[in-house]
C-alpha cells in the first residue's frame, strides 16, 4: 500500500471514532451502556442478544 492510502484510511479511521464517540457522550447513560456492550462482547453475549441485555 502506498502512503496515499494508509493516510486515506487513517483519517476515515479517526473521523468514525470521532462520531462514534460523540454518539456515545450524547446519549443519556452513554458510558454506561459502552461498557456494558464491551462487557457482553468479552463474556460471549451474542450481537442479536445485546440490545436485551444492555439496552
Known amino acids: 500500500m502506498n502512503k496515499e492510502t494508509i493516510k486515506g484510511a487513517?483519517?476515515?479511521l479517526g473521523v468514525a471514532l470521532a462520531v462514534a464517540l460523540f454518539c456515545?457522550?450524547?446519549t443519556d447513560n452513554g458510558w454506561q451502556?459502552?461498557?456494558c456492550v464491551l462487557r457482553a462482547l468479552a463474556h460471549g453475549?451474542?450481537?442479536?442478544?445485546i440490545r436485551a441485555v444492555c439496552l
Do not use: E, Q
Open 24 to 26: 456515545v457522550v450524547a
Open 33 to 35: 451502556k459502552l461498557w
Open 45 to 49: 453475549v451474542a450481537l442479536s442478544n
Open 10 to 12: 487513517l483519517i476515515l
